[in-house]
């Protein structure tokens, strides 16, 4: 989001002086247009007078522009003055979006226009849910009103709006608890039926306008912030139950809460006494005859069935999609000493607190890891403070989800929030799968009874948990190889090239014999389970020979990313365009993932001048069987060939550059770019499915033991 900041008093002056000036000149040219028509056009300058004239058009300009500014700073002070945008000393503020452009027409309807139309949707979706026919009195459904507040779901005055107008906190969870029943049926058996989709996606718009509203300046009436209100709201003896609603409020998907919120939140909420029951069994109403923590005959309200009751699990969730909030609270003290981050007595506690607590059974640890992960995007920080602490919190979170969760508790959201944290150690996951070390990422860094191989070994662990899930198996495989290529930006030598596709080998070898290692361990599995696992084997094949050929073709870049930068979320495979993840052509298999990489790597060495023999690029090496000139490649005017492969290549193009290399052979390749990519290939596969099968058939002498337990 954006806010942008006048100065009220000097941009009114300057608004004033010069809308003087535009009535000024106005006026001069109206009074020399009227002499100059009584006096019969003398000069023939009618055409430079009248109202159609320049002057007066870039006058007009002038106007329009004190016009458009007024607008502006008008809606900076309604939105001040409601305590909805932020100051800066003497200076006010509206709201923008990100990447909406700042006209007069979008700062009303992101400012005051907001307000307006958030009192009336809130007052609207009461209306349709409360009522018989279950229609607003402007006509409108829970679904339709539901469905125009999503457009402004993200805006801070529109969701303070709709919090105030329902009257704040209480009464906005209240309404959420009385929702379900709109979304609940008996048939004729008596038999209750709940729409869990439709629930889900109404909990999650109003998860969205409830975080907004903490994004604005406003607090709820008669508290000094959102996590006071929220807190209070969910502690008040006889309404406990709102915490399931709160819970589902702060889960809802990519919604972005305030972080003081989330940080103050979790501090108080830790607190809070849970014994793990599991979401699944929270009912729709918290009534009772005993209860260690609601005592005798107690009566907590309203509760929403089927959703958490775990005072941590929302709240943590919400900072998967608020790094900033995940590492304050993850990392709330510490130093740096000897260049190695030093937690703080409160982060050690923290962290022995949320390790050995009782989460939600069901959704607890979806929770913790998503907060997890919103941290490991912190390692990218150009603070080095705050990259270390990341760092450590980083280490911690691995320990914990090998040594302390076992492998049969991880659900599917689990693996995608761990995957995220992989994706953010992909430069120490590529050592590891080059032979090499896990060097500055810190594990089992306060016990000295561990060795280097049991650091691989726990990382690798994780890496095998993980690799079944589709989502989690295309974000780590896309890290690992984008940080693989990284080193090699430009290739000028067949060595560099050797280098590049050995390296990017180690990465395919190591994680396909962990994709291959799962999907043998799931022979008893169930058939579900085993095409889960294949999907995803599959996915990680044609994400790694994308980022690969995203170099050489274009395509597929929006899977790769910088070294140095981190990922927040992973990557929703079934969410992507066909250009983004192209199906592989033909069965996936690892020979025939070796033959693409050695066609990608035949077209990097051609297309960066390493075939530098002339005859190389005859039009007799470059024909398919019936003499037809391949379609993939083209002469520039100054005799320059480039291979210009789909991403990833089809089968036709491998088989047909493949038959190039054969044919051109040593004579036409004097450096030895095509024997130099094949040996780097084939000794990069071969040392990464080492690290897990072992260097004999019998796959003995390991260099990396997996925990399936």
């Known amino acids: 989001m954006a806010y942008v900041y006048l100065h009220e008093e000097d941009l009114q002056a300057f608004i004033d002086s010069l809308k003087s000036f535009t009535s000024s000149n106005i006026s001069e040219l109206d009074s020399i247009s009227r002499a100059n028509t009584e006096r019969d056009d003398p000069a023939d300058i009618r055409d430079k007078v009248e109202w159609w004239a320049l002057p007066h058009v870039r006058i007009g300009d002038l106007s329009l522009t004190a016009d458009e500014l007024q607008v502006r700073l008008n809606q900076a002070v309604e939105m001040n003055s409601n305590g909805i945008t932020p100051m800066d000393g003497d200076l006010i503020s509206y709201y923008l979006p990100d990447g909406v452009e700042d006209t007069p027409a979008n700062v009303m309807i992101y400012n005051g226009e907001a307000v307006t139309n958030g009192a009336k949707d809130a007052e609207a979706l009461q209306q349709a849910s409360g009522s018989p026919d ?10 339709q009103v539901l469905d125009d507040m999503a457009r402004y779901q993200d805006v801070p005055a529109y969701g303070d709006a709709v919090v105030a107008t329902f009257g704040g906190v209480d009464y906005y969870l209240d309404f959420v608890l009385n929702l379900q029943w709109h979304y609940n049926s008996v048939d004729k058996e008596g038999v209750l ?45 006889g309404h406990r139950g709102r915490m399931s609603a709160l819970n589902a409020l702060l889960a809802a998907d990519d919604a972005v809460y305030d972080t003081n919120t989330l940080v103050d939140l979790a501090d108080r909420f830790e607190d809070l006494s849970f014994d793990g029951a599991a979401a699944s069994s929270t009912p729709d109403s918290l009534q009772g005859w005993y209860d260690d923590d609601y005592g005798v005959r107690y009566d907590e309200g309203k509760a929403l ?53 009782e989460w939600d059974s069901e959704v607890g640890l979806d ?78 860094s306060d016990d000295d009874s561990k060795t280097d191989d049991d650091v691989k070994s726990l990382y690798t662990t994780l890496v095998y948990r993980l690799i079944d899930n589709e989502n989690a198996a295309a974000t780590i495989t896309s890290a690992f190889t984008s940080a693989a290529m990284a080193d090699y930006p430009n290739i000028t030598t067949p060595g560099q090239l050797e280098d590049k596709y050995e390296k990017v080998g180690n990465v395919y070898g190591y994680l396909n014999a962990i994709g291959s290692e799962r999907l043998t361990d799931l022979k008893k599995a169930s058939t579900a389970e085993k095409k889960a696992a294949s999907d995803a084997k599959g996915t990680m094949v044609s994400v790694f020979t994308t980022v690969v050929g995203a170099g050489i073709a274009g395509p597929g870049a929006k899977l790769a990313w910088s070294v140095g930068t981190t990922v927040t979320k992973p990557i929703m495979v079934d ?20 033959r693409a990489l050695q066609a990608q790597a035949y077209a990097e060495a051609v297309n960066q001048g390493l075939i530098t023999d002339p005859e190389a690029f005859s039009p007799e090496y470059l024909q398919d069987s019936s003499g037809q000139p391949y379609s993939w490649y083209s002469t520039d005017p100054d005799g320059t060939t480039t291979f210009n492969l789909d991403n990833p290549p089809t089968s036709e ?32 596969i071969g040392e990464g499915r080492s690290l897990i099968e072992g260097d004999s058939e019998e796959g003995e002498d390991r260099a990396i033991t997996i925990n399936k337990s």
Not at 134 to 143: N, Q
Not at 334 to 350: A, D, L, T, Y
Not at 575 to 594: C, I, K, M, N
Not at 653 to 674: F, L, R, S, T, Y
């Open 193 to 237: 039926h709940v729409d869990r989709d439709g629930l889900d996606q109404a909990v999650d718009v109003l998860g969205r306008v409830l975080a907004s509203a903490t994004n604005s300046e406003s607090t709820p009436e008669g508290y000094d912030s959102w996590s006071d209100a929220m807190y209070e709201s969910v502690t008040v003896k």
């Open 653 to 684: 193009q491998k088989d047909g550059v493949h038959d190039w290399a054969n044919a051109i052979g040593p004579e036409h390749d004097p450096e030895a770019a095509v024997r130099h990519a094949n040996r780097g290939i084939n000794t990069g």
């Open 134 to 143: 279950g229609v607003s009195e402007d006509g409108r459904t829970v679904e």
């Open 575 to 594: 969410q992507l365009a066909p250009d983004d993840l192209p199906d592989v052509d033909g069965p996936v298999t690892p020979e025939s993932t070796r």
């Open 367 to 444: 929770g913790f890891t998503a907060a997890m992960a919103g941290n490991s995007a912190m390692r990218g920080s150009d603070n080095a403070d705050t990259a270390a602490a990341a760092t450590w919190t980083v280490a911690r979170s691995m320990e914990f989800a090998v040594d302390q969760v076992p492998f049969a508790s991880y659900t599917e959201a689990m693996k995608e929030n761990l995957s995220v944290v992989v994706a953010n150690t992909a430069e120490e996951g590529v050592n590891i799968a080059t032979s090499g070390s896990t060097m500055g990422l810190g594990l089992y």
């Open 305 to 357: 069935r089927g959703y958490s009751m775990d005072p941590l699990y929302g709240v943590t969730m919400a900072m998967g999609n608020n790094p900033e909030a995940a590492f304050k609270y993850l990392n709330p003290d510490g130093q740096m000493s000897n260049g190695q981050w030093v937690p703080g007595e409160q982060s050690k506690k923290r962290w022995e607190l949320l390790t050995g607590r």
